[in-house]
């Protein structure tokens, strides 16, 4: 029996009556119901299909997770009209009028559907961030996607004060204002998926650009299990969330997934018996029996001041969102002294490194050797899609690349590009880690002003760096030599491979 495309089924019709029709067969239509549903709905669905049904039982959560993927392109709600189903992208751009006819008319309804299919393709896609980029004669639309930008639209330059006074309203933005930078935010109903949007505005030369980071709620459900981190790095991390007190410093480059580890980590804390709070900058997810503090410079509520008004209201757990200056350090290191465990993050390229930002910073070195008690150095890589890959062409080369490491017995595979992964070869990404545990020895070392390169041939000694971990996932198929290179270009050891 030939599968055909299923019967449209309204997502509001599905969503409220627990029915959703899966695959249209020659004989028969397969159904989904959800449990507790009325089954009495589905002589209506009979009707329309034409023919007999085949009903199956679904629970709750997986109805809604499968209704969502179906209606993938529906439902997203941001004060447009919500019941007008958002179109391909491909569909809204051919469909978008010439720009002077679009100049001369007062319907907003081009620009509204061309913004509704915009966020729904990103969502489609799993892209992170939506750039609109005016220049002079065009207004690129890039969407980041697992973590590289690909242009998926080029449109009429005159367009970009119609968008961008479009996605204003949806934020609350200020209109009129296109002198200086704006930022707000937006919230996305999908299915039974929430997103919030944080919108920033930036004035260039050729008129506004305009950036839109999706922010998923449910990626702050992940846990630690979640990250992929391998097993002896999974373990370390916990036992140092075991400890009463002291610093757990999370580094790499923005886009890393540093917030995510660290809200993994409190989820495993956050058991009741702990008073965990935050100090962020902004908050990006709501987490329950956590309370969370913004910062707002405009105020004066920074960092520091935020984590000095934290150690008034008797914390267990406190987290900073970021450590950029000497005053926030000082302040987490007077609350780890006082019997705190602070969680944050620093900007640096390796663990190790985050131990020197610190000194350069000004702190004592034996402050720090006494406060700080693990520092996670993380990146992502793309994972190869699993419809497509295939065994390398160049497997000498590869072997070469990965040294030492490299087991005759493991398969490499690279990259070739399928509709799955939309051509790309890659699709999502996983963690690569490095961590580094502060033991007596490398107390000594920090106290004495050891050097980084001293530091890291301690730490590494019976420890995964960053490189050896991509390196490990390469040769488990997951992912490629290129990848790595691309996201941990860190010196080594001659001989180390990658």
């Not at 993050?345 to 663990?351: K, L, P, R």
């Not at 699709?427 to 490095?434: F, Q």
């Not at 991509?470 to 691309?486: F, H, N, P, Q, S």
């Given at each position: ?18 029915i959703?029709v899966t ?39 997986a109805?809604?997770a ?11 709600d941001a004060?447009i ?11 809204a751009?051919?469909?978008m009028?010439?720009?002077a ?28 961030d ?6 002079e ?7 980041r996607i697992?973590?590289?930008l ?14 961008v006074?479009?996605i204003?309203v949806m ?5 009129a ?8 935010r937006?919230?996305l ?7 919030d949007?944080r919108?920033?505005t930036?004035?260039?030369r050729?008129?506004?650009?305009v950036?839109l ?12 299990e ?9 373990a370390?991390?916990?036992d ?9 410093l ?14 993994a980590s ?5 058991d ?8 962020e900058?902004?908050?990006e997810?709501?987490?329950?029996g956590?309370?969370?503090t ?12 935020g ?8 914390p ?5 969102g970021?450590i950029?200056d ?15 465990l602070v969680?944050s ?8 490194a985050?131990i020197t ?7 004592e070195p034996?402050?720090?050797?006494s ?10 890589v793309r994972?190869?899609c699993g ?21 005759e017995?493991?398969?490499l595979?690279?990259p070739?590009?399928?509709?799955s992964?939309?051509g ?6 996983v963690?690569i ?11 000594r070392m920090?106290?004495?002003g050891a050097s ?13 760096t ?15 030599v ?15 491979g990658?």
């Amino acid at each position: 029996m030939a599968e055909k495309e299923a019967p449209f089924l309204r997502y509001m019709f599905a969503r409220d009556h627990g029915i959703a029709v899966t695959a249209m067969l020659d004989g028969a239509a397969e159904v989904a119901l959800r449990e507790g549903a009325d089954p009495m709905m589905l002589a209506e669905v009979r009707r329309v299909a034409g023919r007999p049904l085949n009903v199956s039982s679904m629970d709750k959560k997986a109805f809604d997770a499968m209704l969502s993927d179906m209606h993938a392109v529906e439902g997203i709600d941001a004060g447009i009209d919500s019941d007008m189903p958002a179109e391909s992208l491909d569909s809204a751009l051919e469909g978008m009028p010439a720009a002077a006819d679009l100049l001369a008319s007062e319907d907003e309804a081009p620009v509204i559907r061309l913004i509704n299919s915009l966020i729904a393709e990103a969502v489609k896609t799993k892209a992170s961030d939506i750039h609109l980029e005016p220049f002079e004669n065009r207004l690129s639309v890039r969407l980041r996607i697992d973590g590289v930008l690909n242009e998926v639209a080029s449109l009429a330059a005159r367009l970009t004060p119609y968008l961008v006074s479009r996605i204003k309203v949806m934020a609350r933005l200020d209109i009129a204002e296109k002198r200086i930078p704006q930022d707000g935010r937006l919230s996305l109903k999908l299915g039974d998926r929430t997103f919030d949007v944080r919108v920033s505005t930036l004035p260039s030369r050729h008129g506004e650009r305009v950036v839109l980071r999706l922010l998923d709620a449910s990626s702050a459900q992940l846990t630690l299990e979640d990250l992929g981190m391998q097993e002896s790095v999974h373990a370390g991390i916990r036992d140092l969330l075991a400890e009463p007190n002291g610093i757990i410093l999370v580094t790499g480059p923005t886009g890393s997934g540093k917030t995510t580890t660290l809200y993994a980590s409190l989820a495993l804390l956050n058991d009741q018996s702990r008073n965990i709070m935050t100090v962020e900058d902004p908050v990006e997810y709501a987490l329950d029996g956590v309370s969370q503090t913004q910062v707002n410079t405009k105020v004066g509520m920074t960092f520091a001041s935020g984590l000095r008004a934290i150690l008034r209201q008797d914390p267990d757990v406190v987290m900073v969102g970021e450590i950029r200056d000497m005053e926030t350090v000082e302040m987490a290191i007077q609350a780890s002294l006082t019997g705190h465990l602070v969680l944050s993050t620093v900007h640096t390229n390796s663990a190790v490194a985050a131990i020197t930002r610190l000194r350069d910073m000004g702190v004592e070195p034996f402050l720090l050797a006494s406060t700080v008690k693990g520092i996670l150095a993380q990146r992502l890589v793309r994972k190869l899609c699993g419809d497509c890959k295939k065994p390398a062409h160049n497997e000498a080369l590869v072997r070469e690349q990965l040294g030492a490491q490299a087991s005759e017995a493991a398969t490499l595979f690279e990259p070739v590009g399928c509709p799955s992964c939309g051509g790309k070869g890659y699709s999502g990404r996983v963690g690569i880690y490095e961590l580094v545990r502060i033991d007596d020895q490398l107390q000594r070392m920090i106290q004495d002003g050891a050097s980084e390169a001293d530091m890291a041939d301690h730490a590494f000694r019976n420890a995964d760096t960053l490189s050896a971990s991509g390196r490990a996932l390469v040769m488990k198929g997951v992912t490629t030599v290129e990848e790595v290179m691309r996201v941990s270009r860190v010196k080594e050891a001659p001989g180390a491979g990658v």
